[in-house]
């Protein structure tokens, strides 16, 4: 395939709540589009997207509650939304990211103009989470202080 082809990770979220959808009873199904990735043949993308909103919906649904992802699942659309064949395009990774809008900026600040999707290392082991995002990162005391970007 000699022409760009424009793909969209799709992602299916599986989530713990009172909604009406095809999951297990008591879960709730999102799909949410990722920005379109433009690529031709044997091209690779290594970056990582601006930040998106859940849907209004899913926000409202959980505003200061907690909300359990059970599940995700991530599909590679074309321009049409149909299903790219695994012969077409190869997915070897896809992360997402969630937390409050205050981590997940900083996160993609760190990454947003990495080369190859992770920021040099500058001699470091970890990257080191900001002091004033650590209890929002790790859900509990803070204590976790790193994370593995692996």
Known sequence: MATAIATAAMLGFGMLAGGVSAAKPGEKTVEILSQ??????????NHF???????????EAFRNKTMAIVDFEVDIV???????PLYEMYNHHYAALLGTEEYANAIYQLFK?????IPSPSNLTELVIPE???????????????????
């Open 36 to 45: 379109p990735i433009n690529l031709r043949y044997g091209e690779v993308n």
């Open 132 to 150: 004033n995002l650590r209890k929002n990162a790790t859900g509990g005391d803070g204590s976790s202080t790193s994370f593995r970007a692996s």
């Open 113 to 117: 103009d990495a080369p190859f999707g």
């Open 78 to 84: 074309d321009a049409q939304g149909n299903q790219v």
């Open 49 to 59: 997207q601006p930040n998106q909103d859940l849907p209004e919906e899913i926000r």
